[in-house]
């Protein structure tokens, strides 16, 4: 079964980074797609960024320019470098793979984990 762990989240003043990690566990035998998603309280879940079949990474227009999406093929695991954050970003953040394992193709999501942005 496969697995998804993030971390990295917190609290972080306006202006500040953080970096999120989503590690990937289990009998993995490949990563298709990846993303990340959040969700603010009230709202609904979002995509802020993702990979394409083509290898190229689309991000949401609210997180363009501050956010950047990166994986480490090797350990399975996908980040999320936030900087310049803003009030606006504190939400749940989600990790999402397609990954193929012995029971198949599925679709994967962590748990989620909280960042709040607030002086």
């Known amino acids: 079964q496969v697995q998804l762990v993030e971390s990295g989240g917190g609290l972080v003043q306006p202006g500040g980074s953080l970096r999120l990690s989503c590690a990937a566990s289990g009998m993995i035998f490949s990563i298709y797609n990846t993303a990340w998603y959040r969700q603010a309280p009230g709202k609904q879940r979002e995509l802020v960024a993702a990979?394409?079949?083509?290898?190229?990474?689309n991000y949401a227009d609210s997180v363009k320019g501050r956010f950047t999406m990166s994986r480490d093929n090797a350990k399975n695991t996908v980040y999320l470098q936030m900087n310049s954050l803003k009030p606006e970003d504190t939400a749940v953040y989600y990790c999402?793979?397609?990954?193929?394992?012995?029971?198949?193709?599925?679709?994967?999501w962590g748990r989620g984990i909280q960042v709040t942005v607030s002086s």
């Open positions: 990979t394409t079949s083509g290898g190229s990474i």
């Open positions: 999402n793979f397609g990954a193929r394992s012995p029971s198949g193709s599925g679709n994967y």
